[in-house]
């Protein structure tokens, strides 16, 4: 997991802050179109509040609520973190690195708003001695669901970004969705081992929520979708987390959303039910890696 792969690295607790960059979103301005990704509500995952707070305001403000590290990993994670000109990205990225206890940056966006300037200006701060992680959103690697839910992209997008920033010496953690409409089991480790076969080197997991203000509420409300149970997303997660390398460190294996945003699955409100379904499956079934060069088949089979 990526807490303890941090500590032993950087031989400390290292805390990661989510910051706001005042971005927006091409497939929310209008750019790629104006709903967003079907399962999107930003306010679910991200402080709006902070929205118009300088860089160094919500980093003051983050570090007052950590008292267990002393250093940190700068997270841009609202809306499309690298989509503004380079020079904006510049002066915020090195607003945050001026601090001395920041050991890093996380930028979270999609594959299709990196262009080479920007993995330039990233693998900068590589070549200066900071840690670099470029989280790209990625939901599933199958085209047609991506259709489905409104991304905006594809798979060979993501491909050739995660190649690009692989090649500068930038880690790549890509996010997935388990529970997508349509997708089965199969789908979801079918998108793991094309995401492995591209490069990376961490994940992030997630179960499909349905949150107030997104497209997928209305779909939810007229009972065409049902939730995820949580038995489904601790076989699923714990499958992908079997199936995947020990050197690919794990950011996240669930996560959570607050009422009245989260609709559904109610367990997705609490903070540790998804983590300890997932930690339970994989104390009976093997833990990470235990099913690598096992049959893909067999996990297929299964969905
Ligand atoms: S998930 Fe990301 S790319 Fe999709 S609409 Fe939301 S902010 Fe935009």
């Given at each position: 997991m990526f807490g303890p792969d941090l500590q032993r690295r950087h031989g400390q607790k290292v805390h990661k802050l989510a910051l706001h960059g005042d971005f927006t979103c091409p497939n929310r301005d209008g750019t790629l179109g104006h709903g967003g990704c079907t399962f999107c509500n930003v306010g679910s995952f991200a402080d709006e509040a902070t929205r118009h707070q300088d860089i160094a305001t919500q980093l003051d403000q983050q570090m007052r609520k950590v008292d267990r590290a002393r250093r940190y990993l700068a997270y841009f994670q609202a809306?499309?973190?690298?989509?503004?000109?380079v020079v904006q990205l510049r002066e915020m990225y090195q607003a945050a690195l001026a601090r001395a206890d920041i050991v890093g940056l996380c930028v979270g966006t999609r594959p299709d708003c990196v262009p080479p300037a920007v993995l330039d200006l990233l693998a900068g701060y590589r070549e200066q001695g900071y840690e670099v992680w470029l989280e790209l959103g990625l939901q599933s690697a199958n085209d047609h669901t991506l259709r489905k839910i409104n991304r905006g992209h594809d798979f060979a997008s993501y491909r050739r970004t995660a190649l690009a920033a692989r090649a500068l010496g930038l880690k790549v953690c890509a996010h997935l969705i388990v529970g997508l409409p349509s997708e089965t089991h199969g789908h979801v480790l079918e998108t793991l081992g094309a995401v492995l076969a591209t490069g990376v080197d961490g994940l992030k997991l997630h179960p499909l929520m349905v949150v107030q203000g997104s497209t997928l509420e209305r779909v939810w409300q007229r009972g065409r979708i049902a939730p995820l149970a949580l038995d489904d997303y601790a076989r699923t997660a714990g499958e992908l987390i079997r199936h995947t390398p020990p050197e690919v460190v794990f950011h996240r294996i669930s996560a959570t959303a607050r009422r009245p945003t989260l609709l559904a699955p109610a367990w997705c409100e609490n903070h540790w039910l998804g983590m300890q379904a997932v930690e339970r499956y994989l104390i009976e079934h093997g833990g990470q890696g235990s099913a690598v060069g096992a049959a893909w088949e067999a996990g297929l089979a299964a969905g």
């Open positions: 809306y499309t973190s690298t989509y503004a000109e």
